[in-house]
C-alpha cells in the first residue's frame, strides 16, 4: 500500500526541486517511520491550496477508496518515480526555483499525471477520485473548470472564487515564511484558512448551487489519520 510518504515525495519535489530540496528539509521529516507529515498538504496549500485531484491518487486512503489493483499501483508508482527524476532533471543550477517557475512546474506535471492516469483508472473510478477530491479540498474545487460548468457559475462568481482563493495562498505563503511557527501552530493556522476560505466560497453560491454540489461529492469519503 502507498503511504502518505509517496505523496510527500511528490510533492517535496515539484515544490522545493532539485537543489534546493537538500537545503530546506520537509517538516516532520524525523517523523517515526521517516514519514514527512503535513509537509505535502501545507506546501501545496501554500503554492495555491488544496492538492490536484490527480495528486490524491498517492494517498493510500484514497487507493483503498478507489479499490486499486495491484497492477494499478506498480503503474501509478511508476509514474511517481519518472516524475521525480524529470522534476529532478529540469532544475540543475541547484538554485532555489521562483514560484512561478514552481507552480509552472507542478501544473506540467500535473497535466502529464493526468493524461496517464486516464488511461489507468476505470471511468468509475476516475468518477470517484473526483468526488473524493471534492470533499477533501472543500468548497475551493468548486473552481474547477469541469465542477465551475457543472455548477453553472457566472464570470463574476468565478473572480470573486479566485480572489478569495489567491487571498488563501497569500497568507499561507506568509505563515511559511514565518519561523517564529512552530509546526502544530503553523497548521493549526493553515486549517483555520481553509475553513474561513470555505466559509468565504459557500457565501458566493447560491442555495441551488450549494445544493448541487454536495450532491456531486458523492458518497461520503472517511480520511485515514495514518496517512
Do not use: C, H
Amino acid at each position: 500500500m502507498i503511504k502518505w510518504t509517496n505523496l510527500v515525495a511528490v510533492s517535496a519535489i515539484l515544490v522545493v526541486a532539485a537543489g534546493a530540496f537538500a537545503q530546506t528539509p520537509p517538516t516532520g521529516a524525523g517523523r517515526p517511520g521517516g514519514q514527512g507529515g503535513g509537509f505535502g498538504q501545507g506546501r501545496m496549500r501554500m503554492m495555491g491550496g488544496g492538492m490536484s485531484k490527480w495528486m490524491q491518487i498517492y494517498r493510500s486512503d484514497v487507493q483503498t477508496d478507489l479499490k486499486l489493483t495491484s497492477d494499478q499501483k506498480d503503474k501509478i508508482d511508476a509514474i511517481r518515480d519518472k516524475m521525480q527524476a524529470d522534476m529532478r532533471a529540469s532544475f540543475t543550477s541547484g538554485q532555489r526555483p521562483s514560484r512561478e517557475e514552481m507552480q509552472a512546474a507542478f501544473k506540467k506535471a500535473d497535466e502529464g499525471l493526468g493524461k496517464q492516469l486516464v488511461d489507468i483508472l476505470t471511468k468509475d473510478q476516475q468518477t470517484r477520485l473526483a468526488q473524493v477530491n471534492m470533499q477533501i479540498n472543500g468548497s475551493r474545487s468548486v473552481i474547477d473548470p469541469d465542477n465551475a460548468k457543472d455548477l453553472s457559475l457566472t464570470d463574476s462568481q468565478k473572480t470573486q472564487i479566485k480572489s478569495l482563493i489567491d487571498q488563501q495562498q497569500e497568507a499561507n505563503g506568509k505563515l511559511y515564511q514565518d519561523q517564529s511557527l512552530d509546526r502544530e501552530a503553523r497548521q493549526a493556522k493553515v486549517e483555520s484558512n481553509a475553513k474561513a476560505l470555505n466559509d468565504a466560497i459557500d457565501k458566493v453560491l447560491t442555495d441551488a448551487q450549494r445544493t448541487k454540489f454536495k450532491e456531486m461529492q458523492g458518497p461520503t469519503f472517511t480520511p485515514d489519520p495514518d496517512n
